[in-house]
């Protein structure tokens, strides 16, 4: 008889389910002395940046640095990844979600004797650049091609602007000066080039954003980011950003930049400035048109300013020469773009006609509402939409950005930034249209073209055409 075998003895268990709550205690420790640090290092960048006496001068560099350093990391990698991939991802628009039935591309057209300086992203350079282009048969009279690496090393980062990414900065606004060289902005830096050749001629290291305007005296007028506002509340100057008028040289140099929030104050309107809401608006005014006026009339002066504070809903007429705000109005524009002088008593104000702060889907107070383009009679104090049909058919609807120019000639440019779409009307009718399609699925995004007449870029064609290289570009 076989004797069974003895049972395998099992070794007892380790002491391993002490290990577990050692283990979650280390975690633990490592979790609060994270969040230790983050507190820290938050409390120790809110002090520097508020220039506490807690610290001195090469402390509060040191705290800068630190927490700067994540984000220039990201941006080393997306300088890195933009160089080889050369997509402008974040630039483009997404066709499907965009285009509605009903659009048309009717581009160019002989009846139009004037010329589109285009800026926006281009499929060939795959990037932001600047082109010429007349409208009558399409041909690019110019090129200006920026060399966005370039650019982008010699910004810097700052409090309100700290950079950007190189994927995503554009050309906006251009001017075109007589000489065939343009000024723009990249929303952190103005930027002078002549068509000649990717290099600036010069980069101006001071936040400039928005619209960028010659004066008559040869200076510009754009906006730009006060570090003197609210000088009589350190706590504010800390915590809420301060536009700023900024008048340039067109060879590079400040000249001077006044705080919008002491324009505000010294003329009785701060009101407008904070008077309303229980949670503190960072970015209360957020200038993005300056107008020089070029003539005098009853209503205003050569040299005032009209002005486009979006985040207000207001648009103001300054005189710098007194300091005095001369007439501002709320509404019935919702936050608007491109305030202009029309005629000799009129202003155009574009509304976007959106709430702010919402996703963009739900912007719109009605989602059949689009764009509008309204005219401030001085004379009559009247307000009117002289394109309301026209736009109604068009159905323009970019969120934010957005221009709209009056013409001479009656007629109205519109640029729909958000959907990439130019718009010229006459009087009574769409007279073209034109989508930058950059490929099968997807629009390049707009950046603040303008409409030149005729007359308007006579002089500057005149000196691109003593240029060899505005010689090739007519070739193509």
Known sequence: MNKPKPPIPVEPPSDGGSVWPFRLWLAAVAVLTAALLVIGTAWAVRLALAGSNRFSEDLSKAVLSVAEFPGRCRDALQELTYSFSQDPGLLLIDRAATEKPGWIRSFPNSQDSGYLLFSGVDPVAKHSVVKLIRIADGVTMATWDPDWQEIYAKTTWKKWAQRGQISTLRALHPVLLEGGDIIFNTLYVAVRMGPCGRHPAWVLDETIHHSVELADDGTLWTAGVSTDGFSGNPWLRDRVRDDALVRLSVDGHLIEKRAFSEVLISNGLQSLLGGFGFELNKDPIHINQIQVAPSDTKHWQRGDLLISARHLSTVFLYRPSTGRVVWYQTGPWMNQHS???????????????????????????????????????????????????????????????????????????????????????????????????YDDDRIGMLSWSRYLSADDARVPLKALAALPCTGKERER
């Open 339 to 437: 305030a202009e002088f029309v005629g000799d008593h009129s202003i155009s104000v574009l509304s976007n006609n959106i709430v702010a702060g919402v996703p963009p889907e739900y912007a719109f107070l009605k989602t059949s509402d689009i764009n509008r383009v309204f005219l401030f009679d001085f004379d009559s104090g009247s307000v009117t939409e002289p394109f309301a049909d026209l736009l109604a058919k068009a159905r323009p609807a970019t969120v934010t950005e957005g221009r709209a120019h009056m013409l001479a000639d009656g007629g109205l440019f519109f640029e729909d930034t958000n959907s990439g779409r130019h718009l010229r009307f006459t009087e009574d009718s769409l007279l073209w249209s034109r989508v930058n399609d």
